[in-house]
Nanobody, 120 residues
Framework: QVQLRESGGGLVQPGGSLRLSCAAS????????MGWFRQVPGKEREFVAA????????RAVDSVKGRFTISRDNAKNMVYLQMNSLKPEDTAVYYC?????????????WGQGAQVTVSS
């Protein structure tokens, strides 16, 4: 079983940047596609971005394209979400997740979440 732990959340002003990190342990990280999701109270959890096991392929929801970048370091069992030009509507709890396959959002394991608040 894979354990995931997010870090790097916090409060940032509109237009600012944050980098979320996700540390994976307890499983085969190197061959696993990874994703980031987010959720606000009262709404369904939504997909943000995904990266293939070898980092060759990435995909992201249209609302974050050009602002957010997903990356990974297989040597460190880490996945990252660099968030730039943040907007108030990016405020949410962000979750790291393992994906069963890169091409869809079928999650096998979730992290505990990290709060990101974008506000002046």
């Amino acid at each position: 079983q894979v354990q995931l732990r997010e870090s790097g959340g916090g409060l940032v002003q509109p237009g600012g940047s944050l980098r979320l990190s996700c540390a994976a342990s307890g499983g085969t990280f190197r061959g696993t596609s990874m994703g980031w999701f987010r959720q606000v109270p009262g709404k369904e959890r939504e997909f943000v971005a995904a990266i293939s096991w070898n980092a060759i392929s990435t995909r992201a929801v249209d609302s974050v394209k050009g602002r957010f970048t997903i990356s990974r370091d297989n040597a460190k069992n880490m996945v990252y979400l660099q968030m730039n030009s943040l907007k108030p509507e990016d405020t949410a709890v962000y979750y790291c997740a393992t994906l069963r396959v890169f091409s869809n959002n079928d999650v096998r394991y979730w992290g505990q979440g990290a709060q990101v608040t974008v506000s002046s």
